[in-house]
């Protein structure tokens, strides 16, 4: 199994940190991992994004132009990355400011309603985590232990706390995920 | 030993690396991308642990003579940069190569020439292995290619620097350098003591006692004779590294009719685009040079006489070619294919690069 994923949106939705999470859990669960991020002048008020590869393998290169998943939270990444996802491969998307909807055929097409959702529970530091919820619904490359075990990694103590809140909303991602198309 | 696991950034395991290897002093000013390697240096205190001195100094060229001084009180000292900080530092690191001084200088290469972009190049390999500065002098380069070889090249690069005499350029690019895979460190190695310091080097200025003569620091030799003398014996030591110190890796080489030449980042690329091949029936494997100064030059004309074409495959307008063509000497055809600027190539543009440059031209 190897699983090449594309996160992208804009800078301080949590792009960085979700991919850092997926990644520490797939390691804890002794995956191979890579977390390669957009480090351009981009970041600083434009698009963030990050590649984030999980597999039973030995990773050859972390660069990567064609992904098996692509995770898309505002209108220029999905402009940017809509062709770049492999056929028969994810597109996964929030629709919080989409006005140009994808229009591959060859792609299976999910949509998860999270920024709206985590502002209506009161839930918004969150949301990312609530995005990855839905990602692991639909592949679940890595399991809901594990992802708790990536918290407590990549989280410093002081933010333990924090976990609970964290994994309730990867549990109301994977409730709230909607099938837009499956090839 | 214990192996610990841990998922960081290359440029935080360079600076993980120098703690645990008992490094005394980091100098260094900050540039993008290796910025990380101060920075979590600066979180760590080493000070409060182990000792270690991390210091911002107000330029590279002080950062470089600092390590000039500690270096030449036989202590474990390195500094890290980027493209043009690196460039600052060329005179800094001619002086410690004529002085033969140890020491460790990091390189995580930016776009260039000039201020460049600040993202992942290779546009140094002429620089890092063929002076930079002046006069006849060579680094000892290593081209990690993972965050684990970041950690783990730190470790070889004390035992070279301090075998040799030498300075010891670790070549990395921005890829590595931001890029977080999962690591595994092991225990603390102590920094030397007094004692371990004369007795590992012997000739550093810490202090004479009155049973021997004065150790002197200097690159200056006013006399041409004892100074051909002094070159005589770099050569020397240069051939030495050149007999002893070549490393390299092979990945599918055994049934190879074309191979890649790639170190670094460009490397881990040139995998994927082996695995790319492969499924297309090409039979295609990569030479992957770990050091640079000393070439794996035996090893590529040996492959030279079984392959029937080479792809130099480097982020830069093409310089480690030049090293790969020699060594193949006419047997085979050699070509390169590279982007610049700070453009990374794509796995599939490097496959396309060998079909059109080399199987079907």
């Not at chain 1, 990773?59 to 990567?64: R, V």
């Given at each position: ?14 792009v ?13 669960q ?17 698009t963030a ?5 999980i597999?039973?393998e ?7 132009s ?40 060859d792609?299976?097409?999910?949509k ?20 990855l ?23 410093p ?18 409730e709230?995920?909607e ?5 | 030993?214990?192996?610990?696991l841990?998922l ?20 260094g000013y900050?540039i ?11 979180l ?6 182990t ?22 009180a036989?202590?474990k000292?390195?500094t ?10 060329q005179?800094g690191l001619?002086?410690l ?14 776009g260039?020439?000039?201020l460049?972009t600040?993202?992942?190049s290779?546009?140094?390999y ?13 680094l000892?380069?290593l081209?990690p ?9 730190v ?6 620097a ?14 590595i350098g931001?890029?977080m ?11 030397w ?13 810490f202090?004479?006692p009155?049973t ?7 690159s ?6 004892k ?11 240069y051939?030495e590294m ?21 170190y670094?980042?460009s ?9 790319l ?14 050091t ?19 792809l ?8 480690m070619?030049t ?6 000497e ?10 610049f ?14 079909e ?6």
């Amino acid at each position: 199994m190897t699983e090449e994923i594309i996160i992208a949106g804009f800078g301080g939705q949590g792009v960085l940190s979700m991919g850092k999470i997926l990644a520490y859990s797939g390691a804890m669960q002794d995956k191979e991992v890579s977390w390669m991020p957009s480090y351009g002048p981009e970041m600083r008020g434009g698009t963030a994004n990050v590649s984030v590869i999980i597999s039973d393998e030995r990773i050859s290169s972390p660069i990567i132009s064609q992904f098996d998943t692509a995770i898309i939270l505002n209108q220029q990444s999905l402009d940017k990355f809509e062709h770049s996802v492999k056929p028969g491969g994810v597109l996964l998307y929030d629709p919080n400011g989409i006005t140009k909807l994808p229009t591959r055929k060859d792609i299976n097409i999910y949509k998860v309603a999270a920024t709206e959702k985590s502002a209506e529970m009161g839930m918004v530091k969150t949301f990312n985590m609530m995005v990855l919820g839905a990602f692991l619904k639909v592949k679940p490359v890595v399991t809901e232990e594990y992802i708790e075990k990536g918290l407590k990694k990549s989280l410093p103590e002081r933010h333990h706390k924090l976990i609970p809140d964290n994994l309730k909303a990867v549990e109301i991602g994977k409730e709230i995920v909607e099938t837009i198309q499956t090839v | 030993m214990a192996k610990e696991l841990k998922l960081m950034k290359g440029n935080e395991a360079i600076a993980e690396a120098a703690i645990r290897s008992g490094c005394d002093g980091y100098f260094g000013y900050p540039i993008t991308p290796q910025s990380e390697v101060m920075e979590y240096l600066m979180l760590e205190k080493p000070w409060e642990r182990t000792g270690m001195v991390v210091l911002q100094a107000e330029s590279e060229v002080s950062s470089i003579n600092m390590v000039y001084g500690g270096a030449g009180a036989g202590k474990k000292v390195m500094t890290s940069s980027s493209s043009p900080g690196i460039s600052l530092m060329q005179e800094g690191l001619t002086y410690l190569a004529g002085a033969e001084l140890p020491c460790l200088v990091v390189n995580v290469v930016r776009g260039g020439p000039g201020l460049g972009t600040i993202q992942p190049s290779q546009a140094d390999y002429f620089q890092a292995t063929k002076g930079g500065g002046h006069g006849d002098y060579q680094l000892f380069v290593l081209a990690p290619a993972s965050v684990q070889e970041m950690y783990d090249f730190v470790f070889d690069a004390w035992d070279i620097a301090f075998k040799y005499r030498n300075p010891v350029m670790i070549l990395s690019d921005g890829a590595i350098g931001q890029v977080m895979e999962k690591l595994y460190v092991g225990d603390y190695v102590p920094r030397w003591t007094e004692e371990q310091i004369h007795e590992n080097a012997p000739w550093a200025a810490f202090g004479k006692p009155a049973t021997r003569d004065h150790n002197i620091i200097t690159s200056l030799e006013l006399d041409s004779a004892k100074e051909e003398i002094h070159n005589q014996k770099l050569q020397a030591k240069y051939r030495e590294m050149e007999r002893n110190e070549v490393r390299f890796e092979e990945i599918n080489c055994e049934d190879a009719e074309y191979i890649f030449v790639a170190y670094g980042s460009s490397a881990r690329i040139a995998q994927k685009a082996i695995q790319l091949g492969r499924e297309k029936g090409i039979k295609v494997g990569l030479l992957r040079p770990i050091t640079l100064f000393p070439f794996p030059t035996k090893r590529l004309g040996e492959l030279s006489k079984q392959v029937k074409g080479m792809l130099s495959v480097e982020m830069s307008a093409g310089q480690m070619v030049t090293d790969v063509r020699l060594a193949a000497e006419n047997r085979c055809k050699v070509e390169h294919y590279g982007r610049f600027g700070g453009m990374i190539p794509t796995p599939h543009e490097v496959l396309e690069a060998m079909e059109t440059k080399i199987i079907n031209a």
